[in-house]
């Protein structure tokens, strides 16, 4: 017989049919009723145990954690709790798990910190059910968001010798011998020895490559893993993340933020339709673990509401230059209360990012126009002489969710200023190309994957909403 997955059998009406279901089980609370999970939902199936039906040797095998096939009738379910149950028939053992040896024995809530360390078993907790479950979804309205405008989901590469971006910040490819490398006549490392015949990086971005295809496509977009070998020790910081990168032709910087808003909003939304009882439960868990901090440091809305919040309401647009004005007149300011200076020029730290969400606008922000030194060299510049075209999208308990800009497209404007950055624009001839061929006013952004996750989850450790975290020192599983 066919097996049919929880999520539909919780859907499905009890008359009585008969069925097969398979999964890891829960619990098995007084030899009679066992939870049993397959991933399709939060949701457990309770199948029923009948000790005259089941022979001994079966039963006492049926151990948190083992997995199992049950055979039996779908029924209303008498208890409450559920809409419907099986009354096994039969039981299968498919793989045996010894509850002594077990480390997901859910007797005392395991903390987030000893899931981490199991991070190849806490797939099968609730907890991490649902935010893979929503970590997915997201996933899936991203391309669909993408596809149905009308974008094309371009491949860029994850090795690349151009290091223009994030110098300083790469992981390092090479097939070199570690101990041994080839010399050149300087005494420094040879990479014409090495694979590529040069030195190759992973991945900090797949922007320029991804104009390159704006520049033929119109509307283009990647999702794919980047890699960042920053030292920072930070709940929001990984080495290897996913990023979401469209590129849009004949867009400026207000068509950039109007589709960043309308995607985030539309992703935001389609996961509330799609996973509702996991965003509940995920609420829910929110709200316990807000218990036990003091009332003034809970949030004031659960996650639930964030969420509706968020899609009601038209996120704020202010410049860099106007946020400091803001920062400057706030009370935090004035009592001393930020540990870094405000001063305009600054790169903002976290800690003005949260305040201008938090405390002032108490929604998502969009900053534009920052200055231009502390924003990279491919960014449009202003008439000021002053501030370019950027944009970063603030969110609430995460600052940075989205950096982009407008795409400086005039050529003059780009080498002048890749040369005041030293910037070797022989180098770069390939991505100069666009501005010399058929250059246009383009822009895009990059959304960071998983700090969408961590809003939509409500979870608050970067390292919870990615399948295994790979961090300064830690690279298990
Ligand atoms: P931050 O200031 O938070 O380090 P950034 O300015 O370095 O971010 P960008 O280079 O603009 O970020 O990258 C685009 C997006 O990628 C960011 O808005 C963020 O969502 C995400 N992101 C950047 N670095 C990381 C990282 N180390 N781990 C996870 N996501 C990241
Ligand atoms: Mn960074």
Redesign the pocket.
């Known amino acids: 017989m066919t097996r049919i997955k929880i999520k539909q059998l919780l859907q499905s009406e009890g008359t009585g049919q008969d069925v097969t279901v398979k999964g890891w089980v829960r619990s098995f609370r007084n030899n009679q009723f066992i939870s049993l999970n397959d991933g399709s939902t939060n949701n457990n199936l309770q199948v029923v145990v009948d000790l005259n039906l089941i022979p001994e040797d079966i039963a006492k095998r049926i151990t948190t954690g083992a997995s199992i096939a049950a055979h039996g009738a779908l029924v209303a379910s008498q208890g409450k709790g559920q809409k419907v149950e099986v009354q096994a028939k039969s039981i299968e053992i498919l793989g045996d798990c010894d509850p002594e040896k077990y480390p997901l024995q859910l007797k005392n809530k395991p903390s987030l910190e000893y899931l981490r360390e199991i991070a190849h078993l806490r797939f099968r907790t609730n907890t991490f059910g649902a935010v893979f479950r929503v970590r997915h979804t997201l996933a899936y309205a991203i391309h669909k968001f993408f596809n149905d405008k009308g974008f094309l989901y371009l491949h860029t590469p994850v090795i690349t010798a151009s290091d223009a971006e994030g110098a300083g910040e790469m992981f390092r490819v090479t097939t070199l011998d570690a101990k041994n490398p080839p010399l050149n006549e300087n005494g420094a490392v040879d990479f014409k020895q090495d694979f590529f015949g040069r030195a190759a990086n992973l991945t900090?971005?797949g922007q320029l490559e991804g104009e390159l295809g704006a520049m033929a496509f119109s509307d283009v977009y990647t999702f794919g893993p980047?890699f960042?070998a920053?030292n920072?020790n930070t709940p929001?910081?990984?080495?290897e993340?996913w990023?979401i990168e469209p590129e849009m032709a004949f867009f400026d910087l207000n068509d950039n933020m109007a589709l960043a808003e309308e995607m985030l909003k539309y992703v935001i939304g389609y996961a509330l339709e799609h996973n509702r009882e996991d965003i509940e439960f995920l609420t829910q868990r929110l709200l316990d673990e807000e218990k036990q901090k003091p009332q003034n440091e809970r949030s004031e809305l659960d996650l639930m509401q964030k969420l509706n919040f968020c899609l009601e309401n038209a996120f704020a647009k202010i410049t860099y230059t106007e946020a400091i004005d803001i920062l400057k007149e706030s009370p935090n300011y004035k009592k001393k209360k930020f540990q870094y200076p405000v001063e305009w020029g600054i790169d903002l730290q976290?800690e003005h990012e949260r305040y201008l969400v938090e405390k002032h606008f108490k929604k998502p922000v969009v900053l534009t126009d920052y200055p231009k030194d502390i924003k990279a060299f491919y960014m449009r510049q202003n008439d000021d002489g002053k501030t370019v075209r950027a944009m970063?999208?603030l969110f609430p308990g995460i600052?940075?969710?989205?950096?982009?800009s407008q795409r400086e497209e005039r050529l003059e404007k780009l080498e002048g200023r890749m040369k005041e950055m030293h910037i070797p624009t022989e180098e770069m001839y390939w991505y100069l190309d666009t501005r010399r061929f058929g250059s246009c006013p383009h822009a895009g952004?990059?959304?960071?994957?998983?700090?969408?996750v961590l809003f939509v989850t409500g979870m608050t450790n970067?390292r919870d909403v990615i399948p295994f975290p790979r961090t300064p020192n830690n690279c298990e599983f």
């Open positions: 900090v971005s980047t960042r920053e920072s929001r910081h990984l080495a993340f990023m976290s970063d999208i600052g940075e969710i989205i950096g982009g952004f990059g959304l960071g994957f998983e700090r969408l970067i």
